[in-house]
């Protein structure tokens, strides 16, 4: 469905994605591991349309999507973005109906045709928020609940390919696997697909069908969750496997 | 052997736009000597509260209850002078940003060195020192390095100079705040085996403050597992993790995204953590909690011994893992 091929992004002389080639099938739920700086935020700002590529191709059913100022209406909205810190994406000030009737504003085509009211609650309800958090300010919510507002948000214009930038990070442990779980049922539910992007690759594991893995720009490695977990075929992905911490080794192993 | 440092109901009342907050309700666990205790919670739970009060860095306002015994001495109701020589000598503390905690305009070999300075040792017995300490916390080229200044450290090079800061007033405890929770996951795996390594070489005893119940699992010997304030369960660390007496406890070990296992998502607990401002009455986690009866609303439990080393705060710590 997405196809990312050859995609290099500079910054300056520093080269962040260096000829990366990517693609997320329909309802499949891509993962993008690496640690700081190894570019995978770059990947989903140029998917999204937010970065603009020194070379390479995206493309959507096989048309090319140049930067979101000059992408259609439909196709800007095919490819909806959830961030890692739902408070400052969020407008703080906003009630929580306004912020999703900003999104059918900007979206018209997506908009409902009946009452916009019930549709609000029958998303917030979609999402697992009770209808009469509507009414609120985003910054008298939770954490958790703001996440939950983003993903409405970005579902309110009825997206084909969810991307989910450390989407989970920021939020407790508890609630992350909340979100995680609502993400893999909305996934279901409404036929996504996802690029869900982490440094974590315990919290990847939980959703992805695919995991690739990103160092310095590169794409080093990339196949099916099981296998790139499994049977990790580059060095980095096994020091990274070597580093990631389980619960149920023994108190002094940390790593090797 | 009594312990190092006891904590014995501990209370912290902190002034908010609110009305009085009380952030730590009755916190009570022991640091045996060369020991590491790992103090595990989410927002809201008071762990940080709980190791502020420890060092005494509490914003202005804060009221404190209960007692903490440094070797037996009651510490919390020393004078100034002498809680001021606990802390950064007796008692060192590492963060999360080391950045913030570094001088940025002093070489790093300076500020590790000043504890020794003003202790009176002599310029050449100083820098030999620091070489040491730089070489202890796995500092490459130390001679070389102790001239750099902190902005030319990575993030895991400034974690170690924080270390060697640490170790310069040769401490009986570390206290360490969320010490990998801003570094890579390679990073952060080098540096937990040197605080490991540390703890067990030096004979030191650590405090271990961290959401992440994967760094206490790795490092502590102790775990205190907090929620909402209040210690909700307490034991040896393995014990804890692979038999919880607290619902949360198991909540949050299966919770625990892992790279083997697809099961963090299984079984969500619904929900938001407690916070102090809004403690449910009775348990406060009741709210939460797949076994919450009456009792669980209204009663407020104590923290009680269930079986050798482990305590609970759970009505119904007996059936936790049972169910």
Not at chain 1, 61 to 68: A, C, F, I, Y
Not at chain 2, 28 to 33: Q, V
Not at chain 2, 218 to 244: D, F, I, K, W
């Amino acid at each position: 469905m997405i196809e990312v091929r050859e995609l290099t992004v500079k910054f300056k002389r520093f080269v962040a994605v260096d000829d990366v080639s990517l693609s997320v099938a329909a309802d499949e739920t891509v993962g993008l591991v690496g640690e700081s700086g190894s570019g995978k935020t770059t990947v989903a700002r140029a998917i999204v349309g937010l970065q603009r590529p020194d070379s390479g191709t995206i493309t959507l059913d096989g048309v090319r999507l140049g930067p979101v100022a000059r992408r259609p209406k439909a196709r800007q909205r095919a490819i909806q973005m959830v961030f890692q810190d739902p408070r400052s994406s969020l407008n703080p000030l906003m009630s929580v109906a306004s912020i999703i009737n900003e999104a059918w504003r900007t979206h018209p085509d997506s908009a409902p045709t009946g009452d916009r009211t019930m549709a609000v609650h029958r998303l917030l309800e979609d999402v697992g928020l009770d209808p009469s958090v509507a009414r609120h300010r985003a910054d008298e919510l939770s954490g958790g609940q703001c996440q939950r507002v983003s993903i409405a948000r970005a579902l309110a214009v009825k997206p084909r390919l969810l991307v989910c930038d450390e989407a989970v990070s920021a939020l407790d442990v508890s609630v992350q696997a909340q979100i995680l779980r609502l993400l893999v049922d909305l996934r279901r539910r409404h036929r996504l697909s996802m690029l869900f992007i982490s440094h974590d690759l315990g919290v990847v594991h939980q959703i992805a069908d695919r995991i690739a893995v990103m160092r310095g720009g590169v794409l080093v490695e990339e196949g099916p969750a099981t296998e790139v977990l499994g049977s990790p075929r580059h060095d980095y992905t096994r020091s990274l496997l070597d580093a990631a911490l389980e619960l149920n080794t023994h108190h002094g192993e940390v790593g090797k | 052997m009594s312990p190092l440092l006891s904590v014995a109901g501990l209370v912290v009342d902190l002034p908010s736009p609110a009305g009085v907050l009380r952030v730590v309700d009755g916190v009570s666990f022991d640091i045996p000597e060369a020991t590491t205790v790992g103090l595990i919670g989410e927002s809201g739970s008071g762990k940080t509260m709980t190791a502020n009060a420890v060092i005494g860095l509490l914003p202005g306002g804060a009221v404190l209850d209960g007692a903490l015994r440094w070797r037996g001495e009651d510490v919390l109701r020393a004078d100034p002078g002498r809680r001021r020589r606990l802390r950064g000598r007796e008692i060192a503390m590492i963060f999360q940003d080391p950045l913030a905690a570094l001088n940025p305009t002093q070489r790093i070999g300076r500020q590790v060195g000043e504890i020794l300075r003003r202790s009176g040792m002599r310029r050449d017995e100083v820098r030999r020192r620091v070489v040491e300490l730089f070489d202890r916390a796995g500092i490459p080229e130390p001679s070389r390095r102790l001239r750099n200044y902190p902005h030319e450290f990575s993030g895991g090079m400034r974690q170690r100079a924080m270390i060697a800061l640490a170790l310069a007033g040769n401490p009986a405890l570390l206290l360490a705040d969320e010490p990998t929770t801003a570094l890579d996951v390679t990073v952060q795996a080098r540096i937990l085996r040197l605080l490991r390594s540390i703890q067990r070489d030096e004979g030191l005893a650590m405090l271990l403050v961290s959401h992440d119940l994967r760094v206490v699992a790795h490092v502590a010997h102790q775990v205190v597992v907090m929620y909402a304030g209040r210690v909700a369960e307490r034991g040896p660390t393995s014990a804890v993790l692979s038999r919880p007496a607290h619902p949360y406890t198991r909540a949050l070990v299966q919770s625990v995204p892992a790279v083997r296992t697809r099961t963090a998502i299984a079984h969500p607990l619904p929900g938001a953590p407690a916070s102090p401002a809004r403690r449910p009455a009775g348990c406060a986690f009741h709210p939460r909690c797949p076994l919450a009866r009456e009792r669980c609303r209204s009663e407020q439990p104590v923290v009680r011994q269930v079986a050798d080393g482990r305590w609970s705060a759970c009505h119904f710590a007996g059936e936790v893992s049972r169910s």
